[in-house]
């Protein structure tokens, strides 16, 4: 995830961690997503860094979790192209799909691994393909 600013500056960009954080937040929210699940999706951190995270304190955060955020950012903007209706698009998440064997894509996307992530925003990217 770190890029390389120029051949002249080899250092990499900083990445703005507190709004990767915040924006999290915002989409689990509008998910109805429970503390647990949005724990899970990032990776299952202790607790007290979760919350800490959460009241936007400590923002320092591993690469893998940086790259959960990705995947939900991506999600959440997949929802958005494919539905109309900002409420339909969020209430995707939580309506049985047969794609992830009757769960819900929340569901899938809280069972803890990155790939479960990984899959839900790839069928979406299947399915908003031809509006690409």
Known sequence: MLARDTVENPRPRSIDTAGAMRGFFHIVDAWGASAEE???ILGLPAERTFYSWRAGGG???QHD?????GYVAGIFKAL??????PRQADSWVKRPNTAFGGRT???RMSAGDVTDLAAVRAYLDA???PWS
């Open 38 to 40: 949005a724990r899970a």
């Open 59 to 61: 923002v320092r955060v």
């Open 65 to 69: 979790t940086l790259r959960r955020i």
């Open 80 to 85: 958005q192209i494919l539905y109309s209706d």
């Open 105 to 107: 894509p929340l569901s």
């Open 127 to 129: 399915a908003r393909a």
